[in-house]
């Protein structure tokens, strides 16, 4: 069984910075790709970040050059530092992972519960 669990949401003034967090827990060797989407109330849930076990890096064009993913691969652990954030980056954070290989077997997606994030204007 693999988990994900994500920390660090809040609420914030528009102009402001979160760092938000994301630990994926169970007995894992490695995780493909690990990322962050989000979702606005009557919105469809959206990529926000994507980074590969290499570094590699996708950002959604609304989010780019104010949100940056980093990753820890030992640790399985995943950041997404937001900053200049705006009203519209309010919504639901979800923590996403895909390829998450274990002694056993290897899971598809996976999701976290869901951090909110709130940004006053």
């Known amino acids: 069984q693999v988990q994900l669990v994500e920390s660090g949401g809040g609420l914030v003034q528009a102009g402001g910075s979160l760092t938000l967090s994301c630990a994926a827990s169970g007995s894992i060797l490695s995780i493909n790709v690990m990322g962050w989407y989000r979702q606005a109330p009557g919105k469809q849930r959206e990529l926000v970040a994507l980074?590969?076990?290499?570094?590699?890096?996708n950002y959604a064009d609304s989010v780019k050059g104010r949100f940056t993913i980093s990753r820890d691969n030992a640790k399985n652990t995943a950041q997404l530092q937001m900053n200049g954030l705006k009203p519209e980056d309010t919504a639901v954070y979800y923590c996403h992972a895909d390829g998450l290989k274990t002694p056993w077997t290897t899971y598809g997606v996976r999701w976290g519960q869901g951090t909110q994030v709130t940004v006053s204007s």
């Open positions: 980074i590969t076990s290499a570094g590699n890096t």
